[in-house]
Each structure stands twice: as structure tokens, then as C-alpha cells.
């Protein structure tokens, strides 16, 4: 059992940049693929990032560019720099685990463990 915590979320002006973190606890943390999905307001939930124990890396359309995932394995934490920030990355932002091998196609069926998720504001 994985038990995730983001933190990290708040208001930005367009433009702007945050970090999430997102903690992880129980289970074999090292085994997992760490990702983050998006869920804006009326729209579905999308993947935005995942790293996995070799740092291999997959980022969705929408964070191609702009963010930059990372992990530090020592603190059981992985982080997602978001930078130029539109007020279209307004969203609860959930960090998650994937034991899958089809980890990098980031769907959401593949991830086993959720976190309660941040809530990222970006106004215009």
C-alpha cells in the first residue's frame, strides 16, 4: 500500500511558475512509476507526467515544454516544476503510482495508488 500526499498547489498569474511535491509512504516506493494527472473543472482526468525508477520520463501534450518532472528517491518525493503557466493549467493536480508496464501511455487505469490531489489556480 502507497500512500501519496501532494502539496505544492495555489494561485499563479499567467506566466508564473509552481512546484508540487507529492510524498510517498509504504510499499516499495522504488518500484513505482511516480506520475501527475490534471483534472480541470466539467473535463476529463489527463495525464500530465511520470518517472519511473530508471528516470525514464513520458510528459503529456499538455506538459510538453513546460514542465519538468524529477525525483529525489532518498526523500521518497517526486516533484513537477510547472513554468509558463496559462490560466488553461487551472486544475486539482493528483500525484500517482503505476506498478504497470505500460506505465508511459499514462492512463489512468494503469495507476494503482492516488493521492487527494492539489489545486492549481492560474488567472489571466
Known amino acids: 500500500q502507497v500512500h501519496l500526499v501532494e502539496s505544492g498547489g495555489g494561485s499563479v498569474q499567467a506566466g508564473g511558475s509552481l512546484r508540487l511535491s507529492c510524498a510517498a509512504s509504504?510499499?516499495?516506493?522504488?518500484?513505482?512509476?511516480m506520475g501527475w494527472f490534471r483534472q480541470a473543472p466539467g473535463k476529463e482526468r489527463e495525464g500530465v507526467s511520470c518517472i519511473n525508477r530508471r528516470d525514464e520520463i513520458v510528459y503529456g501534450a499538455s506538459a510538453e515544454g513546460r514542465f519538468t518532472v524529477s525525483r529525489d528517491s532518498a526523500k521518497n518525493t517526486v516533484y513537477l516544476q510547472m513554468s509558463s503557466l496559462t490560466p488553461e493549467d487551472t486544475a486539482m493536480y493528483y500525484c500517482?503510482?503505476?506498478?504497470?508496464?505500460?506505465?508511459?501511455?499514462?492512463?489512468?487505469?494503469?495507476?494503482?495508488?492516488w493521492g487527494q490531489g492539489t489545486q492549481v489556480t492560474v488567472s489571466s
Open positions: 500517482a503510482a503505476s506498478r504497470s508496464p505500460s506505465w508511459y501511455r499514462l492512463r489512468q487505469s494503469d495507476f494503482d495508488y
Open positions: 509504504g510499499g516499495t516506493y522504488g518500484s513505482y512509476c
